[in-house]
């Protein structure tokens, strides 16, 4: 578990003393921002302006818990995103997880399935927890509506450095993919 606390810069200090004081008897320790990232990438959290951004709905960003729907009044926007839902997307946010240990993804680099270019990447970082690199990227499929299936299905392959490695997709969080740890 995580929190993110805004607070005004003169009292960062007296704030970072006080909490990692009364950790201390929990087993609390600080954290850089490439550990987050790790637990973020293994996790599927999305990090705006990397794997979101203005340009992407729901639909192909797969945030949908995140939509509400049945909002009293709805909300700019939500008959287009019903539309948008109905008729299916071409373009997915998968997880892919590499299977060379040794192999290391950080963004942009080329996605492909089954021997043709199909995406590329959107943000990457070591999943500790896993053992491998673990990537976010963008797929498209032949035709809107595709199933979801399809982006799980084939051979995948990212490209680092001029050589092609192979990726395991998947369309769930590779790191408790039903969220039971925040929930226990």
């Known amino acids: 578990m995580g929190w993110e606390l805004l607070i005004p810069a003169d009292l960062a200090v007296h704030v970072y003393g006080t909490i990692a004081e009364a950790g201390q008897e929990h087993g609390l320790r600080p954290a850089g921002y490439h550990a987050l990232d790790s ?3 293994e996790k599927a959290y999305r990090s705006w302006g990397h794997d979101i951004s203005g340009g992407d709905t729901p639909a ?9 729907w049945d909002k009293p009044g709805g909300f700019t926007g939500r008959d287009a995103l019903l539309r948008q ?3 299916g997307v071409r373009r997915r946010l998968v ?6 240990p ?3 993804a950080y963004h942009d680099e080329p996605v492909y399935r ?3 270019l199909a995406g590329r990447v959107s943000s990457a970082a070591y999943g500790h ?10 797929v498209t499929a032949p035709e809107p509506g595709t199933p979801p299936s399809w982006y799980t299905a084939g051979e995948y392959e990212i490209e680092i450095a001029g050589r092609r490695v192979p990726a395991d997709a998947s369309l769930r969080p590779r790191y408790d993919p039903r969220s039971e740890r925040p929930r226990g």
């Open 39 to 41: 637990l973020r990438m």
């Open 60 to 68: 192909g960003s797969r945030p949908g818990f995140a939509v509400a």
């Open 85 to 87: 839902k109905e008729a």
């Open 95 to 100: 997880q892919f997880a590499l299977r060379d």
């Open 102 to 104: 040794d192999a290391f």
């Open 114 to 116: 089954d021997g043709g």
């Open 129 to 138: 927890t896993l053992g491998r690199t673990v990537a976010l990227g963008y």
